[in-house]
């Protein structure tokens, strides 16, 4: 694949799938599991809905790609003949993406918050479905690791939505938010780092791969992103949450630059994770 002149093109769709995927899952989680407040959960389940909308869009012209690099170039992205073959490659997957958004769209019409949780189960279920962990010879539990690894990654990622110290936002109704979101991050994120590691290694396919091939450092560099942020997730837990109380100000300002670091940190691991996935692959795949 990386001589396919498409793959920088299907490159950056990954990206911008992956990162609206994530973020409605993050927004749908926060809003159903109440990180924010209840006067604000309406708001944050219409801006998951409307997020997942631009994901299914974005997941459609990935199709198309997928449909062009197979049938041979750009021109033939609606080739019906090759369509057949993925479409067959692609099914569940995609199934599980229009899943997600249509429950995403049923949680804001109805104002039922509790059905954003399956927008945030169908988005890991397309990730669990897609993948190299598919072109495994036996995946196992890999797929359902994938699956729980993109659902805490996502109930992070919202993170510097959710708890961004807006003017508008007083300081107790803050501190309670990230209150609850600490609550959920204390048990999600050693998950999250075990299943991050244990997935790298088992789709590198041992210690060795995973050292010492590009695909397998890509995998590592895309871990040590992840751990960083992580590691700025427990600087909020431990001293920027109780700055909050007691010296507003200054716990606003470590606040802003702990979450930008976090999303940047967040953003560079989905670049690293697109990447080995578009541009090269595990070495026995």
């Not at 924010?36 to 974005?58: H, K």
């Not at 199934?95 to 059905?115: E, K, P, S, V």
């Not at 997935?199 to 751990?227: N, V």
């Amino acid at each position: 694949m990386a001589g396919d002149a498409l793959a920088p093109l299907m490159l950056a769709l990954k990206l911008a799938l992956y990162a609206a995927a994530l973020l409605s899952s993050g927004l749908a989680l926060h809003g159903a599991l109440g990180v924010v407040e209840r006067s604000a959960r309406a708001a944050w389940i219409r801006f998951s809905a409307l997020v997942a909308a631009c994901a299914l869009v974005l997941g459609a012209l990935k199709l198309l790609l997928l449909n062009a690099q197979l049938a041979g170039g750009l021109p033939r992205a609606f080739d019906a003949e090759s369509f057949s073959w993925t479409w067959a490659m692609q099914a569940e997957p995609s199934l599980a993406l229009a899943t997600a958004c249509l429950a995403a769209f049923a949680a804001w019409i109805f104002q039922r918050h509790w059905l954003a949780l399956f927008t945030a189960l169908g988005f890991s279920a397309s990730f669990a479905l897609t993948g190299h962990t598919q072109a495994l010879a036996a995946p196992g539990l890999a797929p359902l690791a994938v699956g729980l690894h993109v659902l805490i990654a996502s109930f992070w990622l919202a993170a510097p939505l959710s708890l961004w110290p807006r003017t508008a936002l007083a300081d107790e109704a803050l501190h309670r938010r990230l209150e609850r979101f600490s609550a959920g991050a204390v048990f999600a994120m050693p998950v999250l780092f075990l299943a991050g590691l244990w997935l790298a290694w088992r789709i590198a396919g041992g210690w060795t791969p995973l050292l010492e091939s590009g695909y397998g450092r890509l995998l590592l560099a895309k871990l040590a992103a992840a751990s960083l942020a992580l590691g700025l997730g427990a600087l909020n837990k431990q001293f920027v949450t109780v700055l909050i109380v007691k010296a507003p100000e200054r716990g606003r300002a470590w606040l802003k630059r702990t979450l930008a670091a976090d999303a940047l940190l967040f953003l560079t691991a989905l670049l690293l994770i697109g990447w080995a996935t578009t541009l090269t692959g595990p070495p026995d795949l």
